[in-house]
């Protein structure tokens, strides 16, 4: 099933809109789009993983590092 393109102007807005770079939008869709084609589902834990990792990989995340160090 296509997906609707008022999803897609919805998806990159909101990345926009919280100044996130384009790729996270990217691979947002490009997991709706499997979602949509059934070739991955939210029943299967590892689809979930693989996708989110991708996307939070794509995130920019302000004061990440130095967060990271005060764990440490």
Request: overall charge negative; aromatic content about 4%; hydrophobic content about 40%.
């Amino acid at each position: 099933m296509a997906i609707d393109k008022k999803i897609y102007e919805a998806v990159y807005e909101a990345v926009n809109n919280h100044n996130q770079p384009q790729k996270v939008a990217e691979r947002m869709m490009l997991w709706l789009a499997h979602l949509s084609d059934g070739s991955a589902t939210l029943s299967n834990p590892n689809d979930i993983k693989a996708s989110l990792e991708t996307i939070l990989d794509a995130l920019k995340v302000e004061g990440g590092q130095d967060e990271e160090e005060e764990l440490e």
